[in-house]
């Protein structure tokens, strides 16, 4: 298992660029990374959180880690971060989640659009980053995220995310947001089926589906059943 780990880590986030100068470095990015990732996957919550993980399992990292300078600060693993580039941590990460983790067959994925609480800066003009994300249910594991561009909406990142992912035998679910002609056929198309919900803002939609559903119930109460909807 510790083989596997560190296996897998050092292959999927291997050309990761260190953003550091090199020959002042006394920390592998490698070693940061790595504690940094097993102690989120712990609970860790923050920075000081990373760092007492690693001193707690110093031991045990020091079997696939090079440590003969210790576990990194806490602000070392928050200066390293804040300067990774994100585009490539994110390649990393999902390919790191999709080897490690088999997602269940039949599964529902759920898709999801949040804005970042404090992730704006009104001084700066800056709005709050929204992120769109797909969560595995029966895994309790997030599949991959995409941050929604400026100027711009979940409907254009939807596609994007669920290009990256398997969706073979799985049921995607996404709110009235995604409910658009486009992604539900890339949903089939990659081997998935879907679960959308209609409101009344898609008119000809809505109103075709409360038909079919009124022919449904019909016919079940001519046979002494009923079915709601």
Not at 195 to 213: A, C, R, S, T, W
Request: charged share 20%; hydrophobic share 40%; aromatic share 8%.
């Amino acid at each position: 298992m510790t083989e596997k780990i560190a296996t897998t880590i050092q292959a999927h986030f291997g050309d990761v660029e260190d953003p550091r100068r090199t020959y002042l470095n006394e920390h592998p990015l490698i070693n940061i990374l790595t504690i940094a990732l097993c102690a989120i996957v712990a609970g860790a919550e923050g920075w000081t959180d990373v760092e007492n993980f690693g001193r707690q399992k110093q031991t045990w990292l020091s079997q696939f880690l090079d440590l003969q300078n210790g576990i990194p600060a806490h602000d070392t693993f928050g200066r390293v971060f804040a300067r990774l580039d994100p585009e490539s941590f994110r390649r990393s990460f999902l390919s790191w989640v999709q080897a490690v983790f088999e997602v269940t067959a039949g599964q529902v994925i759920a898709v999801d659009g949040k804005k970042l609480r404090r992730s704006h800066d009104k001084s700066l003009g800056k709005e709050a980053i929204s992120m769109v994300s797909a969560w595995a249910t029966a895994n309790h594991l997030v599949l991959g995220q995409v941050k929604v561009k400026t100027k711009s909406n979940e409907i254009t990142a939807i596609p994007i995310l669920l290009a990256v992912l398997d969706l073979s035998g799985c049921i995607v679910t996404i709110d009235a947001m995604g409910t658009q002609t486009e992604i539900a056929q890339q949903i089939v198309d990659q081997g998935g089926d879907y679960l959308l919900p209609v409101k009344e803002n898609h008119k000809q939609l809505y109103e075709l589906d409360f038909i079919h559903f009124e022919d449904l119930n019909h016919a079940h109460s001519q046979s002494g059943g009923f079915m709601r909807c």
